[in-house]
């Protein structure tokens, strides 16, 4: 089973985020359960959601102590929330930043761990250019299956496809394309420093 | 010779004779075809204004709707009386569901028929001012809202008759009821701003709203028919007094119900879409005293001690409904 | 089809299918996504005919389904909580005119303190109504008891509830097969009521009934869940052999087979259970899990049968009898009545309280060894509880109790001075 956690504001579309996700893993004949940790609803308010992925019917149901992959939207949660806690020892991390993992004071985090499986992107930017809107979780989900090798491209564009339609959906699949290759990118580097 | 025209003062009941009208103008129980809906063999007291006033409106929805017709009953008298068990005096399909939902009830009657196509159906609820004032009133105005297609009638009988004469907000000033008893500074109940139905009903914007009383049956009987021309939340709101609740006599129950209407207590007229359109003026105008005096549950205010204040307050009730309502025609006093 | 989507959407997709002829609901979380899926599918024109109607509260919403039920139509609401219990009333009227009703019930926490989340105090607290109430254990298990709750309350002429857990189900979005109009119009065929208003025949419905037959009217009702027992699983088996998969029935056993240890549990929790159970049995423990699905009518003989072998079991249950211990427990006990069986209630999850894999492994560990005591609060701060306790000692003026205890855990931010 394959756990992943995301961390965001009220307003970023976490819980769509881990729906599609959860799509994406559908449409390729895998089974997963998606649900946010629902408290209040509240535009900025932190959000936490949650994915389970496996090849099985999932029956657990309480909340991911012990992600396998963890998904940030917003940066100003690191110093508020314990984003981190409980995160697998080879898990992954897709920090919705445009700034390094240093800069943010992060390196601790990284240290024991498979740096290869770090990586940040400018989601907001990414969603601003191809949306018009800020919006990062259609890029940090695209993102993250390029990082974590979990699915392909396309079966993140039908989870897209699925969800919108007409220019919005040209929007964010032109978006996914764009954070998906640079992520990929990002992990030649990685790969060659 | 000048005409002169000849006032039946009750043109259209058995007093004067429907055989001087042509059939059509005649009133349904004078029909031997009438639909009975609430048949005799019911408990109710003797001189009861809501039995009258039930059989008067149910046979007339009846022959409006060429016999077409579902009833939702609130719990209180009309439901207690009609069925006791083990018998039932209706003839039509009836149903008693709870004490504060029979204008909902009857919304789900309604829509069972829309969506069933069944569109000659109709749906009647009724209940007394307890239910319709006060516990059903959260239900009464949603069906209102939505203009469910459903006559609601309300029989204003001004307290909690069934379980022994309680104050409802429909309970007029100045009367005694087992709650607001005749004893203190302000014996009876208290002056507040009243709860008028039949103008909530207005504010909500239906298609028809009317009040009647059982002193003008044949008034009744037409406004429930023209109700039936309509579809839609429609109410009409009957007053009909109660010999044991009120402490009248039980020959007295037309009377009491002419006088409320002459000294201008009880103003009665119609209003369509939220706008007065019509409006039964005063013949013979009252003093409310010769209304208040004929019920026990006012005679704390006469006697020896006479509330002379408390009777000039509830005159001034009557002087207002007569301007706001224009009650009297021009010229009378 | 097999889909993925939201618990909520899937249970309104079934509802759709069942062709309900009046839906009437008042929103209230976790419930309303259900009902802003069938209020579109109407308004779209796509669910036809039907009419929805939006009611002014909850109390409405089962008198406007009494309506329109006795005027033989079929009749769907969907609530929870305080929703409930402000329809409470109209519920236990339902019941007594015998209307088969289908009302979804996402299971959510009683106030007050307010609270959202779920448990299963909302549905237990109306078992004694009259109504049916079925337990699903997943979203394919809800959207399927569904299609045959309408058919159970039909035949029987009784009102039924589908209990589902508030967000734990109808907010989780995974895979569900849904099925065919054809498929569900060969199981549910359309409604023929045993008492109808109707100008043709009259009837009076709603009559007082006095001293001398309110014993045999509630006896029949009693005897109609009765029957249910037998017709349930009658109806589930039914519905295996036509849509190929096992939802429903009175119970679910998991391993009781030689097992020394069952855990008895309903709705969603039991994945996590047999999750734990299976990572238990891995390392040689004799342990099961029994489901029960069915909760009213309770399934006395069934959970006998499953308990009778084993040497313990524990009632892991999401509600509370304030001053008395478990519900679920209490019903399993008088089924095992004369066995001599131990038995011990955990009461978990309350208010949304999460129910983590690694308490269960201790609390089934402490069974086996029988070291639990007759009822556990499962994770229960006693730090928080004994200070507040402390606090009412000293004072009397102690202040609102959820209150005081949010300071403590540093929800709310503490007062100066």
Redesign the interface.
């Known amino acids: 089973m394959f756990q992943i956690r995301v961390h965001g504001r009220g307003g970023q579309g976490v819980v769509t985020a881990t729906e599609m996700l959860s799509v994406a893993a559908f449409e390729e004949g895998r089974h997963a359960q998606a649900f946010p940790s629902f408290g209040s609803e509240r535009t900025g308010a932190p959000v936490v959601a949650f994915c389970r992925i496996d090849d099985k019917e999932i029956r657990l149901r309480e909340p991911i102590m012990e992600p396998d992959a963890l998904i940030i939207q917003d940066p100003t949660l690191l110093h508020q929330i314990d984003v981190f806690a409980g995160l697998k020892q080879d898990g992954y991390v897709l920090l919705n930043t445009n700034h390094s993992f240093e800069e943010l004071g992060l390196a601790d985090i990284l240290k024991g761990r498979k740096a290869e499986r770090f990586c940040t992107l400018p989601a907001n930017e990414i969603g601003k250019k191809h949306i018009g809107r800020p919006i990062p979780n259609v890029p940090l989900i695209a993102g993250f299956a390029a990082l974590s090798g979990m699915f392909k491209l396309e079966s993140v564009v039908l989870a897209i496809n699925e969800k919108f339609s007409g220019k919005i959906a040209e929007g964010n699949i032109a978006a996914a394309t764009e954070a998906y290759n640079l992520v990929k990118e990002q992990m030649k580097e990685s790969g060659h420093a | 010779m000048s005409f002169q025209p000849v006032k039946f003062y009750q043109t259209g009941t058995l007093t004067v004779g429907n055989r001087l009208l042509a059939p059509d103008e005649r009133s349904v129980q004078a029909n031997q075809m009438r639909s009975n809906s609430i048949n005799s063999g019911h408990r109710a007291c003797q001189g009861c204004g809501e039995a009258l006033g039930a059989r008067y409106a149910i046979d007339a929805a009846m022959a409006a709707s060429n016999n077409q017709l579902i009833a939702a009953n609130a719990t209180g008298c009309l439901e207690v009386f009609s069925t006791p068990y083990p018998e039932s005096s209706w003839q039509i399909p009836w149903i008693h569901s709870l004490f504060g939902n029979a204008p909902a009830v009857a919304t789900g009657i309604a829509a069972a028929m829309k969506v069933k196509g069944k569109n000659d159906v109709r749906v009647v609820a009724q209940g007394g001012d307890g239910s319709t004032t006060d516990i059903g009133f959260g239900c009464l105005s949603g069906m209102f809202e939505r203009n469910d297609d459903v006559l609601y009638i309300c029989y204003d009988n001004q307290a909690y008759m069934n379980t022994g004469v309680q104050r409802s907000s429909a309970t007029p000033p100045a009367a005694r009821t087992a709650t607001t008893m005749p004893v203190g500074p302000e014996p009876g109940n208290v002056f507040g701003q009243g709860k008028n139905l039949p103008e909530i009903a207005m504010a909500h914007g239906i298609p028809y709203v009317a009040t009647a009383t059982v002193a003008d049956l044949r008034d009744l009987e037409d406004k429930v028919r023209h109700a039936m021309t309509f579809r839609g939340a429609r109410y009409i709101h009957i007053f009909v007094p109660c010999p044991l609740g009120w402490g009248a006599a039980s020959h007295d129950t037309i009377l009491l119900a002419r006088l409320a209407k002459e000294t201008g207590i009880f103003p009665v007229f119609e209003a369509e879409h939220g706008e007065v359109t019509n409006v039964l003026k005063i013949r013979h105008r009252q003093p409310v005293d010769e209304y208040l005096k004929l019920q026990k549950r006012f005679a704390h205010l006469f006697g020896k001690n006479p509330h002379l204040d408390v009777i000039a307050k509830i005159q001034e009730i009557a002087d207002r409904n007569i301007r706001k309502y224009k009650l009297l025609n021009e010229g009378e006093q | 089809m097999l889909k993925?989507m939201?618990g909520s959407k899937a249970v309104a997709e079934a509802v759709g299918l069942c062709r309900p002829?009046?839906i009437?609901a008042y929103p209230i979380s976790?419930q309303t996504h259900i009902v802003e899926a069938l209020g579109e599918m109407v308004k779209s024109g796509k669910l036809t005919?039907?009419?929805f109607?939006?009611?002014?509260?909850e109390?409405?919403a089962m008198?406007?389904?009494?309506?329109?039920?006795?005027?033989?139509?079929r009749?769907y609401t969907a609530t929870a909580s305080q929703g409930l219990l402000f329809m409470v009333?109209?519920v236990y009227?339902a019941s007594g005119?015998g209307l088969p009703i289908v009302m979804t019930v996402a299971n959510r926490a009683i106030g007050a303190p307010i609270n959202?989340?779920n448990d299963h105090s909302d549905s237990l607290s109306q078992r004694d109504s009259g109504w049916m109430q079925l337990f699903a254990e997943?979203n394919q298990e809800a959207v399927d008891l569904h299609i045959q709750a309408f058919r159970l309350a039909e035949e029987l002429s009784m009102p039924i509830m589908v209990c589902m857990d508030g967000?734990?189900l109808t907010?989780?979005?995974?895979?569900v097969d849904i099925p065919s109009q054809e498929q569900v119009d060969k199981y549910l065929p359309p409604f023929d009521p045993r008492q109808v208003?109707?100008?043709a025949?009259?009837?009076?419905?709603?009559?007082?009934?006095?001293p001398?037959?309110f014993m045999e009217v509630k006896y029949l009702a009693h005897a109609k869940q009765m029957q249910a027992i037998d017709l349930i699983p009658q109806l589930a088996n039914e519905f295996k052999q036509q849509f190929g998969r096992d939802s429903g029935g009175l119970v679910r056993t998991y391993f009781t087979e030689g097992a020394e240890t069952i855990i008895i549990a309903m709705g969603?929790?039991?994945?996590?259970i047999?999750?734990v159970v299976d990572e238990m049995r891995a390392e040689g423990h004799k342990i099961g899990v029994l489901g029960i699905i069915s909760y009213r009518p309770f399934p006395l003989a069934e959970v006998r049968a499953a308990l009778v072998n084993c040497k313990r079991f524990v009632v892991l249950e999401k509600s509370l009898a304030v001053g008395m211990g478990g519900i679920v427990a209490t019903d399993v006990r008088m089924a095992v009545t004369g066995t001599g069986i131990k038995g011990f209630t955990a009461i978990a999850g309350l208010g949304?309280r999460?129910?983590?894999?690694s308490s269960l492994h201790s609390l089934f560990r402490q069974a086996e060894k029988e070291e639990l005591q007759p009822v556990t609060f499962l994770d229960l701060d006693w730090d928080v509880v004994n200070k507040q306790l402390e606090r009412e000692k000293l004072t009397r003026r102690s202040g609102p109790i959820a209150e005081n205890i949010l300071h403590d855990k540093g929800i709310v931010s503490a007062k100066f001075g």
């Open positions: 993925q939201e002829e009046v009437c976790p005919p039907c009419e109607i939006n009611v002014e509260s109390f409405a008198s406007v389904a009494i309506g329109s039920s006795a005027a033989g139509a009749s009333e109209a009227n005119l959202i989340w997943t967000f734990i907010h989780a979005f995974e895979r208003l109707d100008p025949e009259p009837v009076s419905i709603g009559a007082m009934v006095g001398e037959a969603s929790v039991l994945g996590t047999k999750d949304g999460s129910i983590p894999k």
